[in-house]
């Protein structure tokens, strides 16, 4: 099976922050592969704006260095990095004074789609809004896409909100979370409202419990003083991990339609239950496996941050009020895994031998690496020895589907074509990330309180002991980091 690429329409991509780490890493390696599969028409440009004074070609030659460094070699044709790299030009614009403005303002085009994508620390995000609608340069035509993370608490996302609203409505807000761009996780709603199979079974009369998690095995180094002041809560749980859950357990939305969508996902996060300590356990590397603490490398000694976190959260609705769902994440952990887990329950009556190999259905949908769903099933063990049984996984990894070892399109690939396509199913609404702040800030303000202390972890694990612990209380127990 190969993908299928369907162009889009001509646009300007105005790209804020083109000089930073994201733009080099993922905005314009996407753009480039996106422009190899000929996705991008001839009209589409990309502009890059920043404070830098950089002109067209200089920034060409960042170009190509973000393109050498972060695209596989065999997309790296010279031909079309030079037919992309003409399509790119660069402003010097400042978000916080006048220069810059007026050459954006002439440079740019009305009769296509204006994207502005918004690369550059939060703190500017609001003077940058403003600035495009004072100098003419948005209009009805334009779409602004931010990066995360959209605020640190409800007080300051609402600012951020309004402060946007000044000047873009909501249906031209793009707010990003990579993680909605992957392939897995839109699978994972086609698994769930284009089969009958799971669909009847997708409730607590079925399912144990879910388990979400996202394990990373690097530390906080060259992030540490941002990281000390966010922790693992603000920067995984409350937005990635929160999408992930929404889309687990959401209701089908009557039409894949963006607001009929978001919609579901709200009323999900409007019935988690508030969440006590009890159910919260935090944890910060220590040092060990040749690397340093999280406290050197955030370089605060008293650091009470959290680099791990895990929560057992119930949903106070019909379809899951006695299902919990465990949600885990940290930094420093022993492989890099983010994966779903929907645990069914056994049989209610086994007619075979009691311990005889069976194990209750489990499907498993990875985001990384090797993004697929496998579904866990007991078979008989082949052969002439009895009735035995064994556990089988069908495995379903996508990158087998797809012809001649085609690499998965990045999440950013995406998300951005669908920015210029007008479709924001995959992004986050307004009154979502309020919702998502309004339940995860209680609980901060909870152990800030009480300053509680995370429990010191050895990297290359699974976290702390007490985070097993929050399982096995349960008669339950996390999947394996390792398998
Ligand atoms: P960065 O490396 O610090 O880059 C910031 C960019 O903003 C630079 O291009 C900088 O260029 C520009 N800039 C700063 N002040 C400006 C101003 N007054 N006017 C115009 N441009 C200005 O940051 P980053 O890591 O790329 O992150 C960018 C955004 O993405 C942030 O919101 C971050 O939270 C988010 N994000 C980043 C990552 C990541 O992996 N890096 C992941 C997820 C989200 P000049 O100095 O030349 O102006």
């Known amino acids: 099976m190969v993908s299928r690429t369907i162009p889009v329409d001509d646009f300007d991509l105005i790209l804020f922050g083109a000089t930073g ?15 190899l599969a000929g996705q991008m028409p001839e009209g589409a440009r990309v502009i890059g704006a920043a404070r830098s004074e950089l002109d067209d070609e200089a920034f060409r030659k960042e170009v190509r260095e973000a393109i050498a460094e972060f695209v596989s070699k065999p997309k790296r044709k010279p031909e079309v990095i030079d037919a992309f790299c003409e399509r790119c030009s660069y402003i010097a614009v400042d978000a916080m004074g006048d220069a810059g403005w007026k050459e954006l303002h002439d440079s740019v085009r009305d009769e296509v789609c204006k994207a502005f994508y918004f690369s550059v620390a939060p703190g500017i995000f609001g003077p940058l809004a403003k600035k495009l609608r004072e100098h003419g340069i948005a209009c009805e035509n334009s779409r602004l896409v931010v990066e995360k993370p959209f605020g640190t608490d409800l007080e300051t996302a609402r600012k951020l909100n309004a402060e ?6 909501e249906h031209q807000i793009y707010r990003i979370d990579h993680f909605l761009g992957k392939e897995t996780v839109q699978n994972l ?51 990635h991990l929160m999408q992930l859950l929404c889309l687990t357990a959401m209701e089908p939305p009557n039409r894949y339609d963006a607001d009929m969508l ?67 994440t940290g930094k420093r952990m022993s492989r890099r895994v983010s994966e779903i887990v929907i645990q069914f329950k056994e049989t209610p009556h086994s007619i075979f031998e009691r311990d005889n190999g069976s194990q209750a259905n489990a499907l498993t949908i990875r985001l990384q690496p090797d993004e697929g769903i496998d579904m866990s099933v007991t078979i008989k063990e082949p052969g002439p020895g009895g009735m035995r049984l064994i556990n089988v996984p069908l495995d379903m990894t996508f990158a087998d589907a797809l012809d001649g070892g085609d690499e998965i399109p990045d999440a950013y690939e995406r998300l951005i074509m669908d920015v210029i396509r007008g479709n924001q199913t995959l992004f986050m609404r307004g009154d979502e990330v309020e919702a998502a702040w309004a339940w995860t800030d209680p609980i901060i303000e909870a152990w800030t309180e009480k300053r509680d202390r995370p429990h010191g972890y050895a990297p290359g694990t699974s976290g702390p002991e007490e985070a097993l612990m929050l399982m096995h209380r349960d008669n339950r127990r996390w999947r394996d980091l390792d398998i």
């Open 21 to 35: 780490d994201l733009a080099k890493r993922k905005i314009i390696p996407s753009l480039y592969r996106r422009f």
């Open 164 to 169: 946007l609203a000044a000047s873009f409505d």
């Open 189 to 239: 709603m086609a698994v769930r409202f284009a089969n009958v199979l799971f669909e009847p079974l997708w409730n607590e009369r079925y399912i144990d419990h879910v388990q979400i998690t996202v394990a990373e095995t690097v530390g906080v180094a060259g992030r540490g003083s941002y990281y000390d002041k966010s922790g693992a809560m603000r920067d995984m749980v409350q937005n």
């Open 262 to 328: 978001r919609d579901e996902k709200l009323k999900v996060i409007r019935a988690l239950d508030p969440l006590p300590l009890s159910d919260v356990v935090r944890g910060q590397y220590k040092e060990g496996d040749g690397h340093p603490s999280y406290r050197e490398e955030a370089e605060n000694e008293d650091s009470l941050t959290e680099s791990f976190i895990a929560l057992k959260v119930g949903i106070s609705n019909w379809r899951w009020k006695h299902t919990p769902f465990y949600l885990r």
